[in-house]
Each structure stands twice: as C-alpha cells, then as structure tokens.
C-alpha cells in the first residue's frame, strides 16, 4: 500500500485541499460508500477500467465514465467499486475551489460526476498519460499542479462575499448563525445564495449542514466511548433526533452503524 499526500504551493493552496495518491491491493469488500464533505474533487484511475458510479439505493444502477471524472460537490453519498481504488490520483479542492477551472457553475454538477474529457477535451487524456509516464508520486505531483494551472478558465479567486462566507460558514456550530453571516455581507439574501451557489455549488443552508455533518465524522472517528447526546450538543443540533435524522439523510447510515463500518478513510464505508 502506497498513500501520498501534498499540498500544493500558493497561489493553488487557497483554491486545492491536495493533491492525493492511492496504491493498493484488492480490498475484500468489493464497493464502497462514499459520504458527503461539500467539496468537488477529480478522479484519475490509473488503472484500465473505467470508473462506475453507482446508486447508493439500487447498487444494480450505476453511471460509467472514461478514466477521469469531475465529481462534484455532494449532499448525498455514492457508491464506487473498490478495484477503482487500486492505482489513484486525486485532486481534493476546498470548498468553491473547483469554480475558477470550469466554465459552467458549479451547480450544475450538484449531487453528480461528469467524465472530465467532456470537460477538458483532449487535455484531461494527456493528464492522465502524463501521470502514467511520470517516473515516481512526486513528479505525478509536479505534473498536475503545473497542468492545473494551464486550466484556469477564470481568475483564480472567489467573490468577496463567497469567500467570507466560507471561511464564516466553517465556524458555524448552528444553521441559525447564517442569517448573521449575511446580514454583514451587503447583499440581498437571493444575489448571495445565487453567488455562492454559482460558485460553491449549493445553497449556504446545505453547505453549513454538510459541513456540520463533517464536524460530527471528524468528531467520532476512531473514538472508544461515544455519548450520542453529548456529540449532537457539541456540534450544535437541536436534540439527538434531529442530529440522527440529518447523519441518516447525508450517510444512509445511523451514526453507530458508521461507527462499526468505520475505516481508516473518514469519508469511505465498506459495503459488502
């Protein structure tokens, strides 16, 4: 098993969480959930297969693609087969991130993956063979960072308004603290969720709610000895209802059948 990680240099590091590497054996569950975090990514499979979607649902349904996809930002989960996970490359970008290398917005690719040679014609092919001719991790990463930038279709910024937002929104421990957020922004409420929803991809009231969704992973994983109530005060939901019903609505799961089926990826469940 081989997982890399990096960040790239600024002014990339303001818009990509990282650039990532995976290499492993064959998992012995043969798909796998993945949870929502708000952010878009791009999926390289170095492998020959193409990558399959499937609905979380009805696994029998599924989506394929060529070897590259934009997946973008989510609030609900998917499911990938584990033999896409065998030889990766990544690009987590942070929340809006994705907005300046893309001509559409980013809603338009809501809850959705999109082949990215569809995207990128031709350029996302020569990605792909560039990361495969790349002699070691490190010049993988050197490769797409350089070729990230040579995809910038906008200025490699967000609204002022957007990018307050986020950083606000990432702090927030409740919904009702948005309306706070906004009144200081100057803008009517409908341009801004029009903004941020352009360039995020969903509205603030579905980002804080994924965001917060996140907090309580971050907050359980990997932890021995869980009071429910006490993580649903803590990361600022109502009552332990309303807290299972909003982990249920973005996982398909109750929080301590995450608990059991954890693995070492925040954000990946094991399905058998």
């Known amino acids: 098993m081989l997982s890399c990680r990096y960040t790239p240099a600024a002014p ?3 818009f990509v969480n990282c650039l990532w590497y995976w290499e492993g054996t064959p998992q012995p569950h043969t798909k796998e959930k993945l949870l929502p975090n708000g952010e878009a990514a791009i999926i390289f499979n170095l492998r020959d297969q193409p990558i399959r979607i499937y609905d979380p649902q009805d696994l029998s349904k599924y989506e394929s693609y060529g ?8 609030a609900d989960c998917f499911v990938i087969d584990t033999d896409q996970q065998e030889r990766v490359v990544g690009i987590q970008f942070r929340p ?7 001509r559409m917005p980013a809603w338009e690719v ?9 995207l990128w014609p031709g350029r996302a092919r020569e990605i792909r063979e560039q990361l495969l001719a790349a002699r070691s991790v490190e010049l993988m990463f050197t490769s797409l960072e350089r070729r990230l930038l040579q995809q910038l279709v906008r200025p490699l910024e967000l609204h002022p308004a957007v990018a307050y937002a986020i950083g606000e929104f990432q702090g927030l421990s409740h919904n009702g603290r948005i ?3 906004t009144d200081r922004i100057g803008l009517s409420s409908r341009r801004f969720i029009e903004l941020f ?3 995020v991809g969903l509205t603030p ?3 804080c709610r994924v965001r917060r969704f996140q907090r309580v992973l971050q907050s359980v994983h990997g932890a021995k000895h869980l009071d429910w109530a006490d993580v649903a005060l803590e990361c600022g939901y109502y009552d332990q209802a309303h807290f299972i019903h909003d982990f249920q609505s973005f996982s398909g799961l109750t929080p301590s059948s995450y608990i059991a089926a954890a693995t070492p990826h925040l954000n990946h469940v094991p399905l058998s």
Do not use: T
């Not at 070897?67 to 989510?74: D, K, M, T």
């Not at 809501?110 to 569809?118: A, T």
């Open 96 to 102: 809006g991130g994705a907005f300046p290398f893309f």
């Open 197 to 199: 929803r352009r360039q």
């Open 12 to 14: 990339l590091s303001a």
């Open 179 to 181: 309306g706070a957020v």
């Open 110 to 118: 809501e809850g959705n993956s999109v082949d990215l040679e569809d």
């Open 67 to 74: 070897h590259a996809v934009l997946s973008g930002v989510r």
């Open 205 to 207: 009231k579905v980002f």
